[in-house]
T-cell receptor, first 114, second 115 residues
């Protein structure tokens, strides 16, 4: 079965610092990749997604992610974080033969200090 | 457009009681998912429906859990009898069905506490 690993469980940054959250998956076939964000007390919202084409994907709020097929990775980045980015971030994988079923990573809690 | 609508938003119940969580997916979506979120286990897929038919229920923890989707606009997740370890946030999500890769939209969750 496929799995998704987010190695950073907790990240603390100061405002304006750069962010990179790691995501690795284990699945040999073609996949679709997602990053979701969950602000405190709220539901999950889509940040960005990769289906095909340019492996560098730009999402909302200045986030981007790069799909590196050879490394089975889909890391999330933001050049300069804001206090309002404090949230939990989830990477998710959808194998191409699995309908729209997502397997989520364990999440990374980001705290941005003002 | 209304998003995925879940009820109740919060429920506190006593151990042994039956709990029913409800979900109305986004109109036009034909895939529906129930996820459970806990601190210990993160986000777990419980069950996945496509066109009202359960496709994958391998994530349903045990026989105390059951889910139904009687029509395209309504689904329930039932726990009977409930136990304290069932305390979690239960998210319903929906998407437009297709081969793969469509965005899944989440509801605001049902926060369940079993005491």
């Amino acid at each position: 079965a496929q799995s998704v690993s987010q190695h950073n469980h907790h990240v603390i940054l100061s405002e304006a610092a750069s962010l990179e959250l790691g995501c690795n998956y284990s699945y040999g076939g073609t996949v679709n990749l997602f990053w979701y964000v969950q602000y405190p007390g709220q539901h999950l919202q889509l940040l960005l997604k990769y289906f095909s084409g340019d492996p560098l994907v730009k999402g909302i709020k200045g986030f981007e992610a790069e799909f590196i097929k050879s490394k089975f990775s889909f890391n999330l980045r933001k050049p300069s974080v804001q206090w309002s980015d404090t949230a939990e971030y989830f990477c998710a994988v959808n194998p191409n033969n699995a309908g729209n079923m997502l397997t989520f990573g364990g999440g990374t809690r980001l705290m941005v200090k003002p | 457009d209304a998003g995925v609508i879940q009820s109740p938003r919060h429920e506190v119940t006593e151990m042994g009681q039956e709990v029913t969580l409800r979900c109305k997916p986004i109109s036009g979506h034909n895939s529906l998912f129930w996820y459970r979120q806990t601190m210990m286990r993160g986000l777990e897929l419980l069950i996945y429906f496509n066109n009202n038919v359960p496709i994958d229920d391998s994530g349903m923890p045990e026989d105390r859990f059951s889910a139904k989707m009687p029509n395209a606009s309504f689904s329930t997740l039932k726990i009977q009898p409930s136990e304290p370890r069932d305390s979690a946030v239960y998210f319903c999500a929906s998407s437009y069905g297709g081969p793969s890769g469509n965005t899944i939209y989440f509801g605001e969750g049902s926060w369940l506490t079993v005491v």
